[in-house]
């Protein structure tokens, strides 16, 4: 059993593309740090995510979040809000490739898309996620889903903290 | 059991047969980036590593933001131009009459090779698939790696394969044929895989109808799209070839997939792609009528010489109803179309020509919308204010359907006017 983490849940639905997750015209910032500011501006209804937003809150999504450019500010945009991990049924190939490359876990729960639907999982809700187990309980409802584990080579590179860092201790 | 295209190429490039679901390492052929260039450049000073492995394999080709349009665009260009010195790294396409989009340019300048294995830190980085290349968008970290070790890690993809026979009808473009495939796989139809495009509907196109076709592929999830290298791909490459280790690589006929879907390309009708996903198809009898506000021709799918030409064809002699924006893609094809008279056309039309370069497909400037206002645009994502203002809306059509629509003042059926 891993460490179990706590937190609110932001709930979203299918098909989150990036421009959605951090608009384009705001890509010439560079500063991770200042990406948090705008997240979720365009998605209806999430407005007020980037104010509101509290370290330790979880994103919730259904299917292919991250659809769409490859931009890792819309990675960076949360990593830097302080969520710690993505919980999505499935996310976009590139999507899933920058977060790895982050260190930033996206857990793969199935079913989490008709959950969003028929609302056993809801805004606002309190979250008990074991990352290393891949255990999420709704502790608002009592509902509980189930991630997929990543691969080794995934694994020792989020463990690293991310892609440059373990380039950096493979050169050692 | 016969192997697939993405096994064959990335086989090639590790070194042995691979498999689908294997994960391997392989060196790419090329690195393409653009205006992220200075950003990856900083990611790469992180890892400690003074040299980029291989400098003549990086392309930088500045697209995103061209000129500048903010002091922060700026900022980036400049950055990337002092990498490329720094590192002797000679691919570098400024902002200059010999740039355009990066995904036009990269193929134009002849680094689009079959059975070749390119990377680019762009996400339709997949158009180059329609040279018989493995070609594919990663993220910038991943990019800053790459330059560092020369190497990338792949799962190696499972393949869907997708038939097209016959020939479109007049008024019917490869954009409506790919939008209609869009709408039947999805936004997430493809996600991880490698599509495949077969059959003699896809022979007959020409090379710049199937890099519309494969363009569209990471809109469908894909990691990569392809078409078969033929004769025409060679006499496109051919004095244009950057590198000369490439090779012609296909699908064995007994490959394995894990989808396969059949089209008749005479049964395709002119679409649409509705706001706000690529994904949300229509024919264009369900939307025609639609007030727009503005019409856009360019980008990397639909900005070509004969893109422009079939919509000045519609445009000769007409008066367009609404503000209509034309990229070519290049400057290259800038100078084509300027000298064939096409860019006249389109200008006695009342279309205004922006430099090449990717305009306002993102948004950042050269045409974006105002709350309530429609565009119709040849672009590859209409995602929920992307050109602007996020009450704003895209409709993505063919350039047939764009210069149609851009005369009525609304979205228009391309065989009303074929049919004349």
Redo the contacts between chains.
Sequence with gaps: MGETLKGRAWVFS??V????IY???Y????DPKKMPQYSF??Y?GKENFAREVKQGDFVVAG??FG??????HA?YCLKEAGIPAILAE?C???YY??AI??GYPVLFVKGLSDAIKSGKIEDGDTLEVDLATGTITDATNGNTFHGDAV?E?ERDIMTAG???PY??TR?K | MGKTFAEKALGRAAGHPVNANEVITVEPDFCMSHDNTGPISRTFKKIGVKKVWKPERLVVILDHGVPAPSSDHAVNHKEAREFMREQGAPHFYDVSSAGGVCHQKFPEEGYALPGQIVIGSDSHTCTYGAFGTFATGIGRTEMAAAWATGNIWFKVPESMKITASGKLKPGVSAKDFILKVMGDVKSDGADYMSVEFHGDGISNMSISERMTLCNLGIEMGAKNAVCEPDQKVLDFIKGREKSSDWEILWADHDAVYAKELKYDLGDIKPGVAKPHTVDNYAEITDVRGTKINQAFLGTCTNGRAEDLRAAAGVLKGKRVAVRTIVIPASWNIYREVMRDGTLDTLLDAGCIICNSGCGPCLGAHMGTLAPGEVCISTANRNFKGRMGDKESFIYLASPLTVACSAVAGEITDPREVFAR
Aim: aromatic share 2%; net charge neutral.
């Design positions: 299918d098909d593309d990036t421009d959605l608009h384009n015209k890509l010439a910032e560079t501006e365009y209806p299917k292919n659809c769409g450019s490859s931009r890792e990675v499935t976009s190939r590139i490739r920058n490359n982050n691969s080579l991310g892609l440059i380039l950096k050169r």
